[in-house]
């Protein structure tokens, strides 16, 4: 199994990126899959997943309206669509699906 993220970078407050995680080994109608991430100095936290289905959808409340998560079964990829960036978004984000975790991707958000 295998999930490569990317589409991270450096963007200014108030700006967007669009991340994504590729996955191998998992078929994306079957499992739930979601973006977590990771401050410098702090604990990994939720920030969003979809279900199986596609039919259900969690966000984080620091995040509830500024992102949106979508995947393609198609193409085996999930997608993270964040606009209205804060400098609180700064962080590695990473794709689960399951026991496996992708190796994140980074994210910085300047004020």
């Known amino acids: 199994v295998q999930l490569q993220a990317s589409g991270g970078g450096l963007a200014q407050a108030g700006g967007s990126l669009r991340l994504s995680c590729v996955v191998s080994?998992?078929?994306?109608?079957?499992?739930?899959i979601g973006w977590f991430r990771q401050a410098p100095g702090k604990e990994r936290e939720g920030v969003s997943c979809?279900?199986?289905?596609?039919?259900?959808?969690y966000y984080a409340d620091s995040v509830k309206g500024r992102f949106t998560i979508s995947r393609s079964v198609a193409e085996n990829t999930l997608s993270l669509q964040m606009n209205s960036l804060k400098p609180e978004d700064t962080g590695r984000y990473y794709c689960?699906?399951?026991?496996?975790w992708g190796q994140g991707t980074l994210v910085t958000v300047s004020s």
């Open positions: 689960r699906i399951g026991q496996y």
């Open positions: 080994g998992f078929t994306l109608d079957r499992y739930a």
């Open positions: 979809i279900t199986g289905s596609g039919a259900s959808t």
